[in-house]
């Protein structure tokens, strides 16, 4: 079993920053591809970004490219996301989750592919 726990959402005005942060513990080793969604009231959920948590292979969506940068430090067991000038529609619940096999192309935005998720950690961008 893997437990995911993320950390470091809070309140911030348009254009400002924000790193949320994911822990990753238990049979660690299994966690071979570790993405953030998000999901807002009244939307679906959406993958953010997503990284292999050994190598260096990423992937964003084109809502955030260029704006966000995720990394990983396997030693840590941690996957963090650089929120850069962060955007009102940036508002929502952001959540960590983690699959078993390496992601690429369209199963990283696939929810069912993930067989771990965090808790959630709220993110509000405001005017």
């Known amino acids: 079993q893997v437990k995911l726990v993320e950390s470091g959402g809070g309140s911030v005005q348009d254009e400002g920053s924000l790193t949320l942060s994911c822990s990753v513990s238990?049979?660690?080793?299994?966690?071979?591809?570790v993405a953030w969604f998000r999901q807002a009231p009244g939307n679906e959920r959406e993958v953010v970004a997503g990284i292999y948590r050994r190598g260096r292979a990423t992937f964003y969506s084109d809502s955030v490219k260029g704006r966000f940068i995720i990394s990983q430090d396997y030693a840590k067991n941690t996957v963090t996301l650089q929120m850069n000038i962060l955007k009102v529609d940036d508002t929502a619940m952001y959540y960590c989750a983690a699959g078993d096999f390496w992601m690429n192309g369209d199963t990283w935005a696939e929810g069912a592919n993930y067989n771990a998720w965090g808790q959630g950690t709220q993110v509000t961008v405001s005017s």
């Open positions: 238990g049979n660690t080793a299994w966690a071979r591809s």
